[in-house]
């Protein structure tokens, strides 16, 4: 009898750590998802997109362009549904206002594709994918540093410092440090150039934030790092505010 209830015990045991095991591993990946810059139905559309603009519309091939109006349904309408994760919260006014485009430049291409007007076609065809992109530069970070630090942010600010995870903080503050200096050496696209000198001035008070940050880290000051974190973030949204 007592074999039996060891057995059951072990077996209960077993469960259990196998169900943590399973919600620890769905928390992780639903935090990797929320700090990463990317929405999966958009990245999805690019698959009709590319035959759209890449083949069908520079060689002019009508039939193909009517053809691909099932794909461009299919593939669109996750979108106009789609969440954005976390890390891209503050872009909410912008992708709605982008996604809304989208839609009427797909109704558009629908139109156009039940119609006889081949140069009407065309111009949707130009249209919708014009507007794709346009969504698309509005989740796509400027810099990839920018986005690699606001990776790291994202936790600092929104998971560290509301449970007051003061040893986390620490621990995260140096790596910030570092990703700062990474953005303060980074070259502008041709395309900001006339907003490099304004770019340099907040690339280097977001460094001067960081160290601050781990300065009030390493002297275990919980006050100083709660208000470091809070400048980090502010100084991070009057960088990222240059190129709205």
Same mark, same amino acid.
């Given at each position: 009898?007592?074999? !039996?209830?060891?057995?059951? !015990? !072990?077996?209960?045991?077993? *469960?259990?750590?196998?169900?943590?095991? *399973?919600?620890?591993?769905?928390?992780?990946?639903?935090?990797?998802?929320?700090?990463?810059?990317?929405?999966?139905?958009?990245?999805?559309?690019?698959? /009709?997109?590319?035959? /759209?603009?890449?083949?069908?519309?520079?060689? #002019?091939?009508?039939?193909?362009?009517? @053809?691909?109006?099932?794909?461009? +349904? @299919?593939?669109?309408?996750?979108?106009?549904?789609?969440? =954005?994760?976390?890390?891209?919260?503050?872009?909410?006014?912008?992708?709605?206002?982008?996604?809304?485009?989208?839609?009427?430049?797909?109704?558009?291409? +629908?139109?156009?594709?039940?119609?006889? %007007?081949?140069?009407?076609?065309?111009?949707?065809?130009? $249209?919708?994918?014009?507007?794709?992109?346009?969504?698309?530069?509005?989740?796509? &970070?400027?810099?990839?540093?920018?986005?690699?630090?606001?990776?790291?942010?994202?936790?600092?600010?929104?998971?560290?410092?509301?449970?007051?995870?003061? %040893? #986390?903080?620490?621990?995260?503050?140096?790596? =910030?440090?570092?990703?700062?200096?990474? !953005?303060? @050496?980074?070259?502008? &696209?041709?395309?900001?150039?006339?907003?490099?000198?304004?770019?340099?001035? $907040?690339?280097?008070?977001? =460094? /001067? $934030?960081?160290?601050?940050?781990?300065?009030?880290?390493?002297?275990?000051?919980? %006050?100083?790092?709660?208000?470091?974190?809070?400048?980090?973030?502010?100084?991070?949204?009057?960088?990222?505010?240059?190129?709205?």
């Amino acid at each position: 009898m007592e074999a !039996i209830l060891k057995k059951r !015990i !072990i077996v209960v045991l077993i *469960l259990f750590f196998g169900v943590l095991g *399973l919600s620890l591993s769905a928390a992780a990946q639903d935090k990797a998802a929320e700090t990463k810059s990317e929405v999966p139905e958009l990245t999805a559309f690019h698959d /009709i997109i590319y035959p /759209i603009w890449h083949t069908a519309y520079p060689e #002019k091939d009508y039939a193909a362009l009517r @053809k691909y109006v099932t794909d461009v +349904n @299919k593939l669109a309408a996750p979108i106009f549904t789609a969440k =954005l994760p976390g890390i891209l919260r503050e872009k909410e006014a912008k992708w709605k206002e982008g996604v809304a485009t989208l839609k009427t430049a797909v109704d558009d291409y +629908n139109k156009a594709a039940a119609g006889k %007007d081949d140069q009407a076609l065309l111009s949707a065809a130009e $249209a919708l994918h014009a507007k794709y992109e346009a969504l698309v530069r509005t989740l796509a &970070p400027v810099l990839k540093e920018m986005d690699v630090f606001h990776q790291a942010l994202y936790i600092v600010f929104h998971t560290y410092l509301p449970e007051k995870a003061y %040893d #986390k903080i620490r621990g995260a503050s140096a790596d =910030l440090v570092t990703k700062a200096e990474a !953005i303060t @050496k980074a070259t502008l &696209p041709k395309r900001l150039e006339a907003k490099a000198e304004a770019f340099k001035k $907040a690339a280097a008070d977001l =460094l /001067i $934030a960081a160290k601050t940050l781990d300065a009030a880290g390493q002297a275990h000051d919980h %006050d100083g790092m709660e208000k470091g974190v809070d400048t980090v973030h502010a100084k991070y949204q009057s960088l990222q505010t240059l190129f709205e």
